[in-house]
């Protein structure tokens, strides 16, 4: 079974002034950092035993992933997929989720991706499932838990 683990990057300095970013490159607010020191120890008390983990190449996500690749031990990988971990954007993460659910891509902003969130996709027989959106737990927020 392949699952792969998508994560929103922190929060950024655009993130804070309510300002959509797209490719503008925007580092990590202190927020930002805290938020993913957080998640950083949190993925790492789950003891999962990731494969690899890929990053965006814009500088709030890959700020991110190394954080996290710091706690996990790992590299990070600015590349294209086993068990991966990802961070990205909330629209890739939106569309990547409408893709999944086959939904259209008109229905992505209608999903709401926090900052620093989990969300797993696990491929079983190629057939991906969302079993996991938008999980803040580590923040001390809430959790919308697919599995069940």
Not at 30 to 57: C, M, R, T, Y
Not at 87 to 107: E, M, Y
């Amino acid at each position: 079974m392949q699952k792969l683990t998508l994560i929103r990057h922190g929060e950024s300095v655009l993130d804070s002034q309510k300002k959509i970013q797209g490719n503008l490159d925007s580092s990590l607010t202190q927020k930002g950092i805290s938020q993913f020191e957080l998640l950083s120890k949190h993925v790492k008390n789950k003891n999962e035993n990731f494969d690899a983990i890929f990053s965006s190449p814009l500088k709030r996500a890959f700020e991110t992933a190394s954080i996290i690749s710091k706690h996990l031990e790992l590299p990070v990988r600015v590349d294209d997929n086993k068990k991966t971990l990802v961070v990205s954007h909330a629209g890739t993460i939106n569309a990547f989720v409408c893709h999944i659910l086959n939904l259209d891509l008109n229905h992505m902003w209608k999903m709401h991706i926090d900052n620093t969130s989990i969300t797993e996709v696990v491929f079983n027989n190629c057939s991906p499932r969302v079993v996991l959106f938008n999980d803040i737990c580590h923040l001390n927020g809430k959790v919308f838990n697919l599995k069940n």
